[in-house]
């Protein structure tokens, strides 16, 4: 069974200052989706940035970036000029790309706090 | 169009009652995906719909958890003899279907249930 694991609990970052949150996963697949998603304390789960794991090139989307590496099973979000409102709960996830298995597997997620 | 809306946002009920949790996805879009997430934790899945049929029960924890989207776009959640541990916040989201657009799952803000 596919497992997305996240490390780091919590994270704070000084704002305009650059951070990186980590996340590993265990999959026998070759072809999947891998995403970063923002909670805020209003629940509701907004979609950061996607990866597709046969694209070598990394994702970018302004601000947020990922360093995905294959191999590693490894896919980290780095978040630059971090901002008041980037503070909330990141939650990092997989998703099968083939046959009827659609849903999404979660790790137990980041809070980042920001500081003014 | 709007987002995916869920109601109600927050039910208080006792144990051992009946409860319904609605999600309404966005307009065309014809998977829809039913998640719990308890307190300090990633959501976890519970049911896919593609279409009117869920293609993907496995995530139910037990048969007091049912779920039905008769004509493929409103989806009701419903907990038959609610216990303390039911007590979560319910999340549904959904997707445009098989293909490449639709790999990513937009939220709604979920229902927060809690069993006294």
């Known amino acids: 069974a596919q497992t997305v694991t996240q490390s780091q609990p919590e994270m704070s970052v000084q704002e305009a200052e650059t951070v990186t949150l980590s996340c590993t996963y265990d999959t026998s697949e070759s072809d999947y989706y891998l995403f970063w998603y923002k909670q805020p304390p209003s629940r509701q789960m907004i979609l950061v940035i996607r990866?597709?794991?046969?694209?070598?090139q990394n994702a970018t989307e302004n601000r947020f970036s990922v360093n995905f590496q294959k191999a590693a099973k490894s896919f980290s979000l780095k978040i630059s000029d971090s901002q008041l409102g980037d503070a909330a709960m990141y939650f990092c996830a997989y998703r099968q790309a083939g046959g009827s298995q659609g849903n999404l597997i979660f790790g137990k997620g980041t809070k980042l706090s920001v500081k003014p | 169009g709007a987002g995916v809306s869920q109601t109600p946002s927050n039910k208080v009920t006792e144990k051992g009652k009946y409860v319904e949790l609605r999600c309404d996805p966005i307009s065309g879009h014809t998977a829809l995906y039913w998640y719990r997430q308890s307190l300090g934790q990633g959501p976890e899945f519970l049911i896919y719909?593609?279409?009117?049929?869920?293609?993907?029960d496995s995530g139910l924890p037990n048969d007091r958890f049912f779920a039905v989207r008769p004509e493929g776009s409103v989806s009701t959640l419903k907990i038959q003899r609610t216990e303390r541990g039911d007590s979560a916040v319910y999340l549904c989201?959904?997707?445009?279907?098989?293909?490449?657009?639709?790999?990513?799952?937009?939220f709604g803000p979920g229902t927060r249930l809690t069993v006294l």
């Open positions: 719909f593609q279409g009117t049929g869920a293609a993907d």
């Open positions: 990866q597709e794991a046969y694209k070598q």
């Open positions: 989201a959904s997707s445009p279907g098989p293909g490449t657009g639709g790999r990513t799952q937009y």
